[in-house]
Antibody, heavy 121, light 107 residues
């Protein structure tokens, strides 16, 4: 059974940092692109960014709203995905989901349950 | 950026009704479109990908059509388990973008 389990969410002050993790199991993690998608309370889905697989040099893409502040990384030996969030703003408050995709032109085939990040003073 | 516009934003329907949701892309995305279902407090779940391919395990009352810029998700006979919010998403170009969602409620 495919599982994606996020952790690391919580309350952080504006300007602060937080690191989210996503533990994967039940599929070939290293063969998948991995993404972060967020959802602000009561709002729709917003793509945050993507990290490709080793054969694509672990290259990354980011939404304009987080570029320069957020960094996505992965550790294939641990089947884990990470999201380092710096210079957090109140508008970053959201449930953050990790999701997998089989390739560049592919939908999100599996999602985690999400972890809530609240940015507030 | 490719803008995805869904309509309607919400609808009320009865069990057994035929429901159609439309998604329009601001430029051609070929067939690189997926539909997701999200229930309250849960993660989204893919229902349709490549515009018209049914995800394994998804009931056949769900269908998708379209290409280029106009797409539809149809539920042929709405069931109690289908009341949820539905999102379209394009994966033709970065940034990946979602429609605003369509909430399907009970009439």
């Amino acid at each position: 059974e495919v599982q994606l389990v996020e952790s690391g969410g919580g309350l952080v002050q504006p300007g602060g940092s937080l690191r989210l993790s996503c533990a994967a199991s039940g599929f070939s993690f290293s063969d998948h692109y991995m993404d972060w998608v967020r959802q602000a309370p009561g709002k729709g889905l917003e793509w945050v960014g993507r990290i490709r697989k080793k054969t694509n040099s672990y290259s990354t893409e980011y939404a304009a709203s987080v570029k320069g502040r957020f960094t996505i990384s992965r550790d294939d030996s641990k089947n884990s995905l990470y999201l380092q969030m710096n210079s957090l703003k109140t508008e970053d408050t959201a449930v953050y989901y990790c999701a997998s995709a089989s390739g560049s032109y592919s939908h999100f085939d599996h999602w985690g349950q999400g972890t809530l990040v609240t940015v507030s003073s | 950026d490719i803008q995805m516009t869904q309509s309607p934003s919400s609808l009320s329907a009865s069990v057994g009704d035929r429901v159609t949701i439309t998604c329009r892309a601001s430029q051609s995305i070929s067939s690189r479109l997926a539909w997701y279902q999200q229930k309250a407090g849960k993660a989204p779940k893919v229902m349709i990908y490549k515009a018209s391919t049914l995800e394994s395990g998804v009931p056949s009352r769900f269908s998708g059509s379209g290409s280029g810029t106009e797409f539809t998700l149809t539920i042929s006979s709405l069931q109690p388990d289908d009341f949820a919010t539905y999102y379209c998403q394009q994966y033709n170009d970065y940034p990946l973008t979602f429609g605003g969602g369509t909430k399907v409620g009970i009439k």
